[in-house]
């Protein structure tokens, strides 16, 4: 009996002595600027399992005490390899070497993660030099307009930047730029956006099957991460086209452990025209003063103590200016509007050791709009002053907390959670005037209105074999003036991978949100309200499902086919006749309704991400419904931006090492839009005035259709680029040339009604002509890299 202990024993320590477990973790890195490498592989050959880097380019495998040989790879870069006899934790940075030549992209690492082995679905990346490439309006590279060309997300109209993902609207995105949210993502009333390209690291779009780490919105996350700043040595860029010129700076503070990252942009339109108008107006005796241009400022600096912490600050600013004063004689007028963005992030990485790793993370975010109306008229006795200032916008102050954890290399579990403090200004409009005799000083409008939002959550990557699920649990809070609001979110995504490496996906999310952007759907305007959920206006919610297949061919091509179906319940939209602009003396509450949304539809995508030629084809099959008990009656009709065919593709081709072409073609079905289908006449009595003879006319009212019944022409457009590069002993040289909207269709912005009047039945026609602002629009532009 003794014996048969003794056997026991030793063979469960030699079971544990031989199954002794180490960890490898560190950083995957790029070589020449210490720039990290988010969702990089790291794969063991002979073991098979492995993982990928955070959004720090953290990593950590756990595995047997044995011979391992680790392969490290990331798309555009040259694998590495790690052959070690692993029997200690390992703490390792690895640096990964870009490919230099054309010739030797078309042999990309081995081991990158194929669209078919990820949990997750309904989720984009791309890459920012891609983004570059493809063509861009007025040549503005514009990161937006690249994901409008995505299966399943649309644009608000031609030449608008707005992102309408799976039946959203522009405010179910959360947009984060280093994980602060953003408020007003677009220049020029919506024609560019605010996000300057050569200040980002990557992209990643999710428009379902979110994880549990994200919340607060019903139809996206954007992420969207700045450059860190070179480590080792100063780089530069810089461009000048026909609207905007703009440069980017990058270099080691103190080298291997401090770099800075700053970046601008700004147009110049103003600059340009301002010479000529002083003259004209000179000329006619008049002084002006004229602003018109949008900015964008971009900083960032790291510091790296050791190995194990970091820190960042990373803060952005950018605003639309536009504002013109005249002075003639004793008399002036001015007026002007100005909106923007100014964010900041601190944030803290800590290994706490080499499974567990944390960032801890403050935030501002601040969004304001400014509209003023000035007049000042002097006779020579007396002197009238009046002046009308509109103020609106939002404020955000937050704190979070996020922890990943990897024991093994079968489960990655992240957790974390938030608190934000809101502060909204939805629309005061302060009045001032005197006349020498009589002072007006004076604000009308809703007060300011304070919210606290609190989250928590936990997820966990787990594998099973051919199964794959990411399972978690977001739970949130929000409290405004002393009213709770309390949610759980349950999400799921899962993958199971047959023999033939094809992918069944499938997921499910629930999601809540808490503050409401009260806009219009015809136009994104810098004037539409960010207001809170209240006792009488309730959060949104929604629930997403999604199923779908997903392979990778030949190793180059990924191709996946997703159905979706979301509900969405309180969405928000202003009553019929309503707006920010008139009854400022009633509360905003007053002024909106809430009701159910509906979306459904199938995307395919077909995405070439290797080789001389890239891009990708997207087509959407979908429908979107909104449903209001005030509005149309309460019948259920098509949103907006329904659009039952969506096409896109985008191809970006290497021609050599000097030369690249790239074009995208875009069509989309005609937005819905609501038209009067009949005319009635009423009459108006009137008394006459100054003892005037009382008379009767008659006017006509157009009235009449349900809500969204007619459809715009189809939209339809092909856009060209042309680039030249030149490399130069110190620098090198991009000539840019351009075209959007090639062929010259007139694609619809907006309709309008009139009268044609026919002399041969001597009667008018009414007609609905549609409206096209943007012909073919050439560009050209000229940049530096050194």
Do not use: C
């Not at 990331?74 to 029997?87: A, E, F, N, P, S």
């Not at 390792?92 to 669209?115: C, D, F, G, N």
């Not at 985008?650 to 009949?678: C, K, P, Q, R």
Request: proline letters at 3%; aromatic letters at 14%.
């Amino acid at each position: 009996m003794q014996k048969t202990l003794s056997t026991l024993l030793l063979l469960f320590l030699s079971t544990v002595v031989f199954s002794q477990n180490f960890t490898i973790s560190g950083y995957i890195e790029e070589a020449s600027s210490g720039e990290k490498l988010i969702s990089a592989n790291v794969y063991d050959i002979k073991s098979g399992h492995g993982t990928i880097t955070n959004t720090y380019g953290f990593f950590s495998l756990t595995l047997p005490k044995d011979s391992v040989e680790l392969t490290f790879s990331y798309i555009g870069y040259q694998t590495q390899t790690l052959k070690v006899y692993l029997d200690k934790d390992i703490n390792q940075t690895i640096q990964l070497e870009p490919y230099l030549e054309l010739s030797e992209v078309e042999v990309v690492a081995e081991r990158v993660e194929k669209i078919e082995e990820s949990s997750q679905m309904s989720q984009v990346d791309i890459p920012v030099e891609q983004i570059k490439k493809l063509p861009a309006l007025l040549g503005e590279v514009d990161v937006l307009k690249t994901l409008q060309l995505l299966p399943g997300v649309q644009s608000g109209g031609e030449g608008q930047s707005g992102l309408y993902v799976r039946g959203g609207s522009p405010d179910q995105n959360l947009v984060l730029l280093d994980g602060v949210p953003v408020y007003n993502v677009s220049h020029l009333l919506g024609i560019f956006s605010v996000f300057n390209a050569d200040a980002i690291k990557n992209v990643t779009l999710t428009k379902g099957g979110f994880p549990a780490r994200f919340g607060g919105r019903l139809s996206s996350v954007l992420e969207i991460n700045m450059k860190e700043g070179n480590m080792e040595e100063f780089h530069g860029e810089g461009s000048i086209g026909l609207i905007s010129s703009k440069f980017a700076l990058e270099g080691p503070i103190r080298k291997g452990s401090t770099s800075f990252l700053v970046s601008g942009r700004r147009t110049y339109a103003d600059l340009i025209f301002r010479p000529f108008i002083n003259a004209f107006a000179s000329d006619q005796g008049v002084k002006t003063k004229i602003k018109a241009h949008f900015y964008d400022l971009n900083a960032k600096v790291q510091h790296k103590f050791n190995d194990k912490h970091r820190l960042y600050l990373s803060v952005y600013s950018g605003a639309d200016v536009f504002y013109n004063k005249f002075e003639e004689d004793e008399d002036i007028f001015e007026g002007g509007i100005d909106w923007g963005n100014t964010i900041a992030a601190l944030r803290w990485n800590y290994q706490i050791n080499n499974k567990l790793f944390a960032n801890t993370t403050l935030t501002y975010s601040n969004y304001d709009i400014n509209f003023l109306a000035a007049t000042e008229f002097n006779d020579g006795e007396n002197t009238e002053k009046f002046s009308a200032r509109y103020l609106s916008g939002i404020e955000d102050f937050a704190a979070k907390v996020d922890f990943d954890f990897i024991p093994i290399p079968n489960h990655y579990i992240r957790f974390g959670a938030s608190a934000t403090h809101h502060t909204y200004r939805p629309g005061a409009l302060a009045l001032k005037g005197s006349d020498g005799t009589f002072e007006l000083d004076t604000l009308i409008g809703s007060q300011n209105a304070y919210s606290m939002e609190y989250s928590a959550y936990i997820e966990d990557d787990i594998r099973l074999g051919a199964f794959k699920a990411n399972v978690g649990v977001h739970a949130s809070a929000f409290n405004t003036d002393g009213h709770w609001y309390t949610s759980i979110q349950p999400r799921l995504g899962m993958r199971y991978l047959l023999s033939n490496n094809l992918a069944i996906k499938g997921s499910f999310a629930t999601m809540t949100q808490y503050i409401n952007l009260l806009t219009f759907e015809g136009l994104s305007l810098p004037s539409d309200l960010w207001v809170p959920s209240t006792e009488k206006v309730k959060p949104q919610n929604s629930w997403q499902a999604a199923f779908g297949l997903a392979r990778t061919f030949n190793n180059k091509y990924e191709v996946s086919i997703e159905g979706f179906y979301k509900e969405m319940k309180n969405v928000v939209a202003y009553k019929e006749g309503a707006s920010f602009l008139f009854g400022l003396e009633n509360d905003w509450q007053e002024k909106v309704t809430q009701g159910n949304g509906e979306a459904y539809g199938i995307e395919v995508f077909l995405q070439k991400k290797k080789g001389r030629t890239t891009g990708w084809i997207g087509y959407t099959l979908s429908w979107n419904y909104r449903q209001f008990d005030e509005l149309n009656g309460g019948r259920r009709y098509p949103f907006r931006y329904d659009r039952r065919h969506d096409i896109s593709v985008a191809v970006i081709h290497e021609i050599n090492d000097n030369i690249s072409l790239s074009g995208a073609w875009v069509y989309g079905t005609g937005n819905a839009v609501t038209l009067n289908v009949f005319r009635y006449p009423t009459d108006v009595y009137t008394s006459g005035t100054g003892g005037g003879t009382p008379y009767l006319y008659f006017y006509e009212i157009e009235s009449g259709g349900q809500k969204n019944a007619f459809r715009m022409t189809d939209y339809h457009r092909l856009d060209l680029s042309i680039e030249f590069r030149k490399k130069k002993p110190k620098y090198e040289r991009v000539w840019t040339v351009g075209a959007y909207n090639v062929y010259n269709h007139n694609n619809p912005y907006f309709m309008i009604a009139s009268s044609d009047y026919d002399p041969d039945t001597d009667t008018s026609v009414r007609k609905f002509k549609e409206i096209s602002i943007l012909p073919v629009i050439p560009s050209v532009s000229f940049g530096i890299k050194f």
